[in-house]
């Protein structure tokens, strides 16, 4: 009987602990579900406050009318390029380059990774324009 009496004992005690675990559990889920939660705030790489990168705009933002095939046609456009220069540790820079014309207005915008002192070339193709866009203006940022 005493063996009974110890198992019964001893069962009792497991159960009456994970019976706490339960109810603590169900508690922290009632009071997480109530709070409303934050959105996640996205940072852009190159706007981190670890990054020390410094982009420069090297030389003018030049730009031509061209045909171009795309998804297997050909496509009048814009075609774009801008030099830019890291004159900052090595890091990331972001690039957006703008186009303006009569019919609209466009932009790309591109992050990438540039070593102290390294120099890129960037082509960019806008083929939203047509034939008939008058007076194109173009220009480019570089952040940080």
Same mark, same amino acid.
């Given at each position: ?8 004992? =001893?069962?009792? =005690?497991?159960?009456?602990?994970? #019976? ?8 922290? =889920? %009632? %009071? ?17 406050? =670890? /990054? ?22 050909? /496509?009048? #456009?814009?075609?774009? /390029? %801008?030099?830019?220069? /890291? ?54 940022? %570089?952040?940080?």
């Amino acid at each position: 009987m005493k063996l009974a009496d110890s198992r019964l004992k =001893s069962g009792s =005690s497991v159960l009456h602990r994970s #019976g706490w675990l339960f109810t603590l559990v169900v508690a922290s =889920s %009632v %009071v997480l579900t109530g709070c409303e939660p934050k959105a996640p705030t996205i940072i852009s790489i190159s706007d981190h406050p =670890s /990054n020390k990168a410094k982009g420069m705009l090297y030389g003018n933002v030049n730009f031509r009318s061209e045909t171009r095939y795309i998804n297997g046609e050909m /496509n009048y #456009g814009i075609a774009t /390029n %801008v030099t830019v220069r /890291n004159i900052g540790q090595t890091g990331f820079i972001k690039v957006t380059i703008f186009l303006k014309c009569t019919e609209g207005e466009w932009s790309r915008s591109e992050e990438l990774a540039l070593c102290a002192g390294e120099y890129r070339t960037l082509d960019y193709f806008f083929q939203e324009p047509t034939h008939y866009a008058e007076n194109v203006e173009c220009r480019a940022i %570089v952040s940080p």
